[in-house]
């Protein structure tokens, strides 16, 4: 019976793994559909499966090579521009998890009752990135003087530093729609170009 917090905590945490794991097994087998077969993979499996590959490796349940992978493979049999587009908003999607732990803290320090507390000392350390310093102060004036064209530029180009980027836009407050629009539009420019490298990358594999 799931009758206490930690048996839901656990609960969530199969259920999410057991979808990262499913979402990997189905990946590969797209893959090996697209390379060894001459009919199409299932339409419905596949976008399903591209836009849990974004969702997922934006929230860092699976590892970003799946999404080099698996939309590539898709790309290479259907649109490459609605699988682009798929795999982007499920993308955007997941990282909403950062902007939400941005925008979270808003009120944290100022909210405690002391700032030699766990929490604040817990809250400098996530939020104040003191060994980035230079990067940090690099992102938070470029988040605060271009913030759609950051966000749009860090999710086009692969790099690490989006999540970084997305919290900096939540704990500024910068309205959610833009960021999710940005974030969309960088990731569906950058997901649609591996859908057309799957267009002529797999039939090279395939000969």
């Known amino acids: 019976m799931l009758n206490s917090p930690s048996s839901y905590k656990r609960a969530s945490q199969i259920l999410i793994f057991i979808a990262a794991l499913s979402v990997s097994i189905c990946s590969l087998f797209i893959t090996i559909d697209v390379i060894s077969a001459e009919s199409k993979p299932s339409r419905v499996l596949s ?49 909403t998890s950062g902007y939400a732990i941005g925008y979270g803290s808003r009120g944290l320090v100022s909210d405690l009752p002391g700032q030699n507390t766990w929490q604040a000392r817990l809250y400098n350390r996530l939020f104040s990135w003191r060994a980035f310093a230079w990067l940090e102060s690099r992102i938070l ?23 970084f980027a997305g919290m900096i836009a939540g704990r500024s407050g910068y309205p959610y729609p833009k960021f999710f629009f940005a974030t969309f539009l960088g990731k569906a420019i950058r997901f649609s170009l591996y859908a057309y490298l799957g267009t002529w990358a797999f039939p090279l594999v395939k000969s």
């Open 47 to 95: 976008y399903s499966t591209v836009f849990l590959v974004g969702l997922l490796t934006a929230m860092g349940l699976n590892p970003a090579a799946l999404s080099i992978i698996a939309i590539p493979a898709v790309g290479a049999v259907f649109n490459p521009i609605l699988v682009g587009g798929v795999a982007a908003f499920g993308s955007a999607i997941g990282e």
């Open 141 to 163: 004036g470029w988040v605060a003087k271009h913030p759609f064209l950051t966000l749009f530029c860090f999710a086009a180009i692969p790099n690490i530093f989006l999540d």
